[in-house]
């Protein structure tokens, strides 16, 4: 099949299924697809993970819960996607612009598109990835071709043996975990929760399954039930709680390694601490700073002031400064100010991005009025901070080899 060919199928299945696809090879994009306009595509972010991958079909998940599905040719890689399960928030979308080094207007064009790309789950792209596969190479592939382990042996020994049921295979040891993870999700305390990865073993509920892989499935699902009600308890957003437990579960679910799952496990934990510590700082959540910080989350790229969000929560800004600062223990400005320098502390530690450019897309009203802010927060210019960023990230990658 020639190129024009694959595209018109390429092209087709875009219109059908409402998600980009696009043609690619190692040195870049040759075709690419969508009925949602987009200022870039989004696979820029991750086409050297998925130029990566060892299999001629499947399907890669990102960190922010997206996935593509592939298939391998010899024209080239069919990519399509990114699909998701359930939308992602405005500001993340913004943010994923901005990384794709779109400009503060550009990224708001660029958030609303992708909001129009049809939401659906990882099975369902899998299939479409099915029928692209039979229509192209006569393939009859199910998604289990798709989705089991390469590596058959290394987990059918990790298979308990056959036979009579072992007695206490795997002592509980949930009773001071859980209830130490409970009050960690719940105040959000990252601190806490480095040491206890550092000095606790993870959670055992007992004996869930005969198979090992099982066993760790069953053991994600029971720990994100646990933190997912905790992180409510914290001020969390319950329909953000619950929707992100059925993403990791999800995810969980596609394993088939089961140290693999240890990991998502930690990094799952890890989530929920840090999205409460941002609501709660101080470990105090209340109705009212879990509103403020959502608001906050929503509009970081947005000039966003006392007035603006006493406004969206029908409230005087006499009354909600005097009750943030009553219950949060720090004026409202600060907090904002707060929010902003951290987040351009992650754009400077993860994009080369100037400062004019980030001090831009956080609506700061010039660079100076940025550093200015910047060094008040953190006691140093926002150059410094990337520089020393970027030496202690040479350092770790050194030492990493």
Same mark, same amino acid.
């Given at each position: 099949?020639?190129?024009?060919?694959?595209?018109?199928?390429?092209?087709?299945?875009?219109?059908?299924?409402?998600?980009?696809?696009? &043609?690619?090879?190692?040195?870049?994009?040759?075709?690419? @697809?969508?009925?949602?306009?987009?200022?870039?595509? =989004?696979?820029?972010? @991750? #086409?050297?993970?998925?130029?990566?991958?060892?299999?001629?079909?499947?399907?890669?998940?990102?960190?922010? @819960?997206?996935?593509?599905?592939?298939?391998?040719?010899?024209?080239?890689?069919?990519? &399509?996607?990114?699909?998701?399960?359930?939308?992602?928030?405005?500001? $993340?979308?913004?943010?994923?612009?901005?990384?794709?080094?779109?400009?503060?207007?550009?990224?708001?064009?660029?958030?609303?598109?992708?909001? #129009?790309?049809?939401?659906?789950?990882?099975?369902?792209?899998?299939?479409?990835?099915?029928?692209?596969? *039979?229509?192209?190479?006569?393939?009859?592939?199910?998604?289990?071709?798709?989705?089991?382990?390469?590596?058959?042996?290394?987990?059918?020994?990790?298979?308990?043996?056959?036979?009579?049921?072992? %007695?206490?295979?795997?002592?509980?040891?949930? @009773?001071?975990?859980?209830? +130490?993870?409970?009050?960690?999700?719940?105040?959000?305390?990252?601190?806490?929760?480095?040491?206890?990865?550092?000095?606790? =073993? =993870?959670?055992?509920?007992?004996?869930?399954?005969?198979?090992?892989?099982?066993?760790?499935?069953? +053991?994600?699902?029971?720990?994100?039930?646990?933190?997912?009600?905790?992180?409510?308890?914290?001020?969390?957003?319950?329909?953000?709680?619950?929707?992100?437990?059925?993403?990791?579960?999800?995810?969980?679910?596609?394993?088939?390694?089961?140290?693999?799952?240890?990991?998502?496990?930690?990094?799952?934990?890890?989530?929920?601490?840090?999205?409460?510590?941002?609501?709660?700082?101080?470990?105090?959540? +209340?109705?009212?700073?879990?509103?403020?910080?959502?608001?906050?989350?929503?509009?970081?790229? $947005?000039?966003?002031?006392?007035?603006?969000?006493?406004?969206?929560?029908?409230?005087?800004?006499?009354?909600?400064?005097?009750?943030?600062?009553?219950?949060?223990? !720090?004026?409202?400005?600060?907090?904002?100010? %707060?929010?902003?320098?951290?987040?351009?502390?992650?754009?400077?530690?993860?994009?080369?991005?100037?400062?004019? $450019?980030?001090?831009? *897309?956080?609506?700061?009203? #010039?660079?100076?009025?940025?550093?200015?802010?910047?060094?008040?927060?953190?006691?140093?210019?926002?150059?410094?901070?990337?520089?020393?960023?970027? !030496?202690?990230?040479?350092?770790?990658?050194?030492?990493?080899?």
């Amino acid at each position: 099949m020639d190129i024009e060919k694959l595209s018109y199928f390429a092209k087709s299945i875009a219109d059908m299924a409402g998600v980009p696809v696009r &043609i690619v090879d190692k040195k870049g994009t040759i075709a690419f @697809f969508s009925n949602v306009f987009l200022k870039k595509d =989004p696979y820029i972010l @991750f #086409s050297d993970e998925i130029q990566k991958q060892a299999k001629d079909a499947g399907i890669y998940f990102t960190k922010d @819960f997206y996935y593509f599905a592939f298939l391998r040719l010899a024209e080239g890689i069919v990519v &399509i996607g990114p699909a998701r399960h359930y939308p992602e928030s405005p500001s $993340e979308l913004r943010r994923k612009g901005f990384l794709l080094g779109l400009e503060k207007e550009d990224a708001d064009v660029f958030a609303s598109s992708m909001k #129009s790309i049809v939401s659906m789950p990882a099975e369902t792209l899998l299939q479409i990835l099915l029928m692209v596969d *039979y229509a192209l190479t006569g393939r009859k592939r199910s998604l289990k071709d798709i989705l089991v382990s390469e590596d058959r042996e290394k987990l059918s020994a990790t298979r308990i043996p056959e036979g009579p049921p072992i %007695e206490n295979p795997l002592p509980h040891n949930t @009773f001071l975990v859980e209830k +130490t993870l409970v009050r960690i999700v719940k105040e959000g305390d990252v601190a806490a929760f480095r040491s206890l990865v550092e000095t606790l =073993p =993870p959670i055992r509920p007992g004996f869930l399954s005969e198979d090992y892989l099982r066993q760790n499935q069953n +053991t994600f699902i029971v720990t994100a039930t646990l933190i997912s009600r905790a992180a409510v308890e914290g001020g969390l957003d319950i329909n953000v709680s619950l929707q992100l437990s059925d993403l990791y579960i999800q995810r969980a679910e596609r394993t088939k390694d089961p140290s693999s799952i240890l990991s998502l496990q930690v990094q799952m934990i890890q989530d929920y601490v840090s999205r409460v510590h941002a609501l709660s700082l101080d470990g105090r959540a +209340t109705k009212l700073t879990a509103e403020v910080s959502r608001y906050l989350e929503d509009h970081l790229g $947005e000039e966003v002031s006392v007035k603006t969000i006493a406004k969206a929560l029908f409230m005087s800004e006499s009354t909600l400064s005097h009750r943030f600062r009553k219950e949060r223990g !720090i004026p409202l400005k600060t907090f904002l100010q %707060e929010r902003k320098t951290k987040e351009a502390k992650r754009l400077l530690k993860e994009t080369d991005r100037s400062l004019m $450019e980030i001090s831009t *897309y956080l609506s700061f009203r #010039s660079q100076s009025h940025f550093s200015k802010s910047f060094r008040a927060q953190t006691g140093m210019s926002p150059k410094a901070y990337r520089d020393k960023a970027r !030496i202690q990230e040479g350092k770790e990658e050194e030492e990493g080899r």
